[in-house]
T-cell receptor, first 112, second 114 residues
Framework: GENVEQHPSTLSVQEGDSAVIKCTYS??????FPWYKQELGKRPQLIID?????GEKKDQRIAVTLNKTAKHFSLHITETQPEDSAVYFC???????????FGSGTRLLVRP | NAGVTQTPKFQVLKTGQSMTLQCAQD?????MYWYRQDPGMGLRLIYY???????DKGEVPNGYNVSRLNKREFSLRLESAAPSQTSVYFC?????????????FGPGTRLTVL
């Protein structure tokens, strides 16, 4: 069935270090992969997204890479700051079933 | 612009009671969605509406009904609440009818069913 697996579930890094979160998806027809950040008690907000015709996308300290053959995509945050501490969700858009399937989330803690 | 708004923010129900969660967006978006968020399980789609006048089931539709009242409003109804429906409910909207674009979320409704 349609599935998005996300790892790790928790990640603790020192301020200034990099953080990497990985996701795999099951449906080879998926063509849109957004990443959402959710601060405690707040709503999810889009931070970056990538479409299947692109292998990498960057926005300042955030980058996403996509490997369609292996069906996995990753979020990279460089020079982490305490305000990056939040839960991050990956998702994959299933065109065949018209659904955005979310991963289970990664709780990122950036230690000052 | 207020974006996506939801009411109420918090609600406590007894098992068997009914209620309607309201959602409205002022961005002239075509698609609207209802998700539930449970600890450790991410966001799961309950129902969606790709355009005014259409609704379809998501991953976890059992126990829920929806109404796309007009382009702005999309409500979620629990006819007979159960403890398993204790969750945080998020409404979202996106511009296109294809759905593969940024979704804007409301602030959420925290529902407890006793």
């Amino acid at each position: 069935g349609e599935n998005v697996e996300q790892h790790p579930s928790t990640l603790s890094v020192q301020e200034g270090d990099s953080a990497v979160i990985k996701c795999t998806y099951s449906d080879s027809a998926s063509n849109y992969f957004p990443w959402y950040k959710q601060e405690l008690g707040k709503r999810p907000q889009l931070i970056i997204d990538i479409r299947s015709n692109v292998g990498e996308k960057k926005d300042q300290r955030i980058a996403v890479t996509l490997n369609k053959t292996a069906k996995h995509f990753s979020l990279h945050i460089t020079e982490t700051q305490p305000e990056d501490s939040a839960v991050y969700f990956c998702a994959a858009w299933m065109d065949s079933s018209y659904k955005l399937i979310f991963g289970s989330g990664t709780r990122l803690l950036v230690r000052p | 612009n207020a974006g996506v708004t939801q009411t109420p923010k918090f609600q406590v129900l007894k098992t068997g009671q009914s209620m309607t969660l309201q959602c409205a967006q002022d961005m002239n978006h075509n698609s609207m969605y209802w998700y539930r968020q449970d600890p450790g399980m991410g966001l799961r789609l309950i129902y969606y509406s790709a355009s005014e006048g259409t609704t379809d089931k998501g991953e976890v539709p059992n126990g829920y009904n929806v109404s796309r009242l007009n382009k702005r409003e999309f409500s979620l109804r629990l006819e007979s609440a159960a403890p398993s429906q204790t969750s945080v409910y998020f409404c979202a909207s996106s511009e296109g009818t294809s759905g593969s674009g940024e979704q804007f979320f409301g602030p959420g409704t925290r529902l407890t069913v006793l």
